[in-house]
């Protein structure tokens, strides 16, 4: 409906003096005050900018509780009037509240000045809490056991489970993260010198809690290997940069990640049988 997708009229004495053809093209005020009747003490007009409030305060409400992190990071008011920009931009085109920040990172990218340092740490920081957004909703680990013989493990091929994120990052963003589910402030200035490379998988738990784990940029690597299409262990290493800072120790660090992979359930198999079918 049109009629939800306008921010708040400014002040009580504004809503108390609108007509139907005082309302915004796109709220569609005549449609909608022609379904609506006047009650004892208001009018139609204001009945519906009154229950527009209420969903405008629950939508930017919605944003806040999704994407914390920037909050922290921007300051409040800093943060409402991106979170008031990004919905008059890219209004909520869906009955749910699910989807409402999908595009947020972007907007935040294209909007702000990612030369400052506390707008780039928003962009990354709305990244990773979509990305754990996504990693909640995501579909479970198809459940299949993984090969056990050498050659078994040799042959099959493996995919990140749905659930996995991977996020690229400038900034510390657990520390912040784990700064705002504090209420803390203070402290932020400093992580935000911290400014390098980083990299984050978002993955959920068996008890459906979803974290974040940074690690270096060759288990990222190799992990990006999965993400796009089913590959063998032997490929995902073959196809990794030459030139790793890791070098010879790349065997003994991929049979440590393999084994943490496995138990926290970040990769799903499905191996080759003898004529060439897929179990």
Same mark, same amino acid.
């Given at each position: 409906m /049109?009629?939800?997708?306008? +921010?708040?009229?400014e002040g009580v004495d504004s809503m108390r003096n609108l007509r139907g053809s005082d309302l915004p093209a796109s709220f569609q005020g005549r449609q909608a005050v022609a379904k609506v009747k006047d009650g004892k003490r208001i009018t139609a007009v204001e009945r519906l900018e009154i229950y527009r409030r209420q969903y405008w305060f629950r939508i930017t409400e919605s944003l806040r509780e999704d994407f914390e992190g920037v909050s922290i990071i921007l300051g409040e008011a800093n943060y409402h009037q991106l979170v008031d920009e990004y919905l008059k931009k890219i209004p909520s085109r869906c009955w749910t509240l699910k989807g409402l920040g999908k595009y947020f990172s972007g907007y935040i990218a294209r909007h702000r000045d990612q030369s400052v340092p506390t707008h780039l740490a928003a962009r990354n920081m709305a990244e990773l809490e979509w990305a754990m957004i996504e990693s909640f909703d995501a579909a479970e680990h198809n459940g299949k056991p993984f090969p056990q013989t050498e050659e078994e493990i040799a042959r099959a091929k493996f995919y990140l489970t749905p659930s996995v994120r991977l996020v690229?990052? %400038?900034? +510390?963003?657990?520390?912040?993260?784990?700064?705002?589910?504090? /209420? /803390?402030?203070? +402290?932020? %200035?400093?992580?935000?010198?911290?400014?390098?490379?980083?990299?984050?998988?978002?993955?959920?738990?068996?008890?459906?809690?979803?974290?974040?784990?940074?690690?270096?940029?060759?288990e990222y690597s190799c992990l990006q290997q999965f993400a796009t299409k089913g590959v063998t262990l032997g490929d995902a290493i073959t196809a990794l940069p030459r030139d790793l800072p890791e070098g010879e120790l790349l065997l003994i660090h991929f049979k440590k990640w393999f084994a943490s992979w496995k138990k926290e359930l970040w990769l799903e198999c499905r191996t080759k049988q003898s004529k060439g079918r897929v179990k």
């Open positions: /049109g009629a939800l997708r306008v +921010p708040l009229l690229r990052a %400038s900034f +510390p963003l657990d520390r912040i993260f784990a700064l705002a589910k504090k /209420g /803390g402030r203070k +402290p932020l %200035s400093l992580l935000l010198k911290e400014n390098q490379e980083r990299y984050f998988a978002v993955y959920r738990t068996t008890s459906y809690q979803v974290r974040c784990k940074e690690m270096s940029f060759v």
